[in-house]
């Protein structure tokens, strides 16, 4: 059943950031009244692309999860399992962040803290 779980979360990750891209951003990305912040639309537009997307990030790194619960190993294993795939999804949350603002939303600062902290306790 988790890996039935994991599955979706895997297919509505790329749904959501296929649609999300095709139907809503780009059209939302046309209109002249969006909030310029930092002097233009510009970061606003590139905030509003990777926090899209992060959220399939964090619903692949959710799939994971499922899928190691979901597999037999010793809870030594588990929780190294588990433990980076958290690290990973904030790492590509944080290349993200730092990419799509070019450094200037701090997320990314964050991000790379929680991924480094996972693997510190994962090792």
Same mark, same amino acid.
Do not use: Q
């Given at each position: 059943?988790?890996?039935? *779980?994991?599955?979706? &979360?895997?297919?509505?990750?790329?749904?959501?950031?296929?649609?999300?891209?095709?139907? &809503? !951003?780009?059209?939302? $990305?046309?209109?002249?009244?969006?909030?310029?912040?930092?002097?233009?639309?510009?970061?606003?537009?590139?905030?509003?692309?990777?926090?899209?997307?992060?959220?399939?990030?964090?619903?692949? *790194?959710?799939?994971?999860?499922?899928?190691?619960?979901?597999?037999?190993?010793?809870? !030594?294993?588990?929780?190294f399992?588990? !433990?980076?795939?958290?690290?990973?999804?904030?790492?590509?949350?944080?290349?993200?962040? $730092?990419?799509?603002?070019? *450094?200037?939303?701090?997320?990314?600062?964050?991000f $790379?803290?929680?991924?480094?902290?996972?693997?510190?306790?994962?090792?």
């Amino acid at each position: 059943m988790l890996l039935i *779980g994991a599955f979706i &979360l895997i297919f509505i990750g790329f749904v959501h950031s296929y649609l999300g891209e095709k139907y &809503l !951003l780009i059209r939302l $990305f046309k209109r002249d009244n969006l909030p310029k912040l930092l002097g233009s639309d510009w970061f606003t537009k590139r905030v509003l692309r990777f926090a899209w997307h992060l959220t399939t990030i964090a619903w692949w *790194g959710f799939a994971a999860i499922l899928y190691f619960i979901s597999s037999p190993s010793s809870v !030594l294993v588990l929780r190294f399992e588990i !433990l980076i795939s958290i690290a990973i999804v904030f790492a590509a949350s944080g290349v993200m962040s $730092f990419i799509f603002s070019r *450094g200037k939303h701090v997320s990314w600062f964050f991000f $790379f803290c929680v991924a480094g902290v996972s693997v510190f306790s994962a090792l």
